[in-house]
């Protein structure tokens, strides 16, 4: 009976270590992207948007479906002046996030539009960005830009 307890003991270890290891395998994948996105973050932070840009694609070559590096991509690009980059960066975002919903990167376009000149298609992604974030959820920046927009569009 010992002898029966052991091997069972022993089946069940073997079983749980297989399965921490596969485990750990699946983390390290999960980690090293998400390592690459908060090094990102720290340079974006620090206004070394090259150096972000490198972090946010390294991200995205590991993980191709991570919203917020795609988000954080499209920022490092707009504040480098190269909005024609940040604009596909925002748009994946977008794509990469449950049901599209994602006003932030929705803001970013529209800030891509103001700075192209297009300040209808940038009143339009303001009150796009206004509706996904919803009635309970203030977002200034959006209406400042909606109201520049308009301004604008009316000069």
Same mark, same amino acid.
């Given at each position: ?38 090094? %990102?973050?720290?340079? /974006? #932070? $620090?206004?070394?948007?090259? +150096? @972000?840009?490198?972090?946010? *694609? ?52 529209? %800030?891509?539009?103001? /700075? #192209? $000149?297009?300040?209808?298609? +940038? @009143?339009?992604?303001?009150? *796009? ?27």
């Amino acid at each position: 009976m010992k002898n029966r307890w052991q091997l069972s003991v022993g089946v069940l270890l073997l079983v749980a270590i297989g399965l921490l290891g596969s485990q750990k395998a699946l983390t390290q994948d999960i980690s090293e992207a998400e390592k690459s996105f908060q090094q %990102g973050r720290i340079q /974006f #932070a $620090r206004r070394n948007y090259d +150096a @972000a840009i490198d972090a946010f *694609k390294k991200t995205l070559a590991e993980n191709s479906k991570h919203a917020e590096a795609y988000y954080y991509l499209g920022l490092a690009y707009t504040r480098k002046g190269r909005w024609s980059q940040a604009v596909p960066a925002f748009r994946q975002a977008i794509e990469s996030r449950d049901k599209g919903v994602y006003p932030e990167a929705e803001l970013g376009l529209a %800030g891509c539009a103001y /700075f #192209a $000149r297009d300040f209808a298609t +940038a @009143a339009t992604q303001c009150q *796009k960005a206004i509706e996904q974030r919803g009635q309970n959820a203030p977002f200034p920046s959006a209406y400042n830009l909606l109201g520049l927009s308009h301004y604008q569009v009316a000069e």
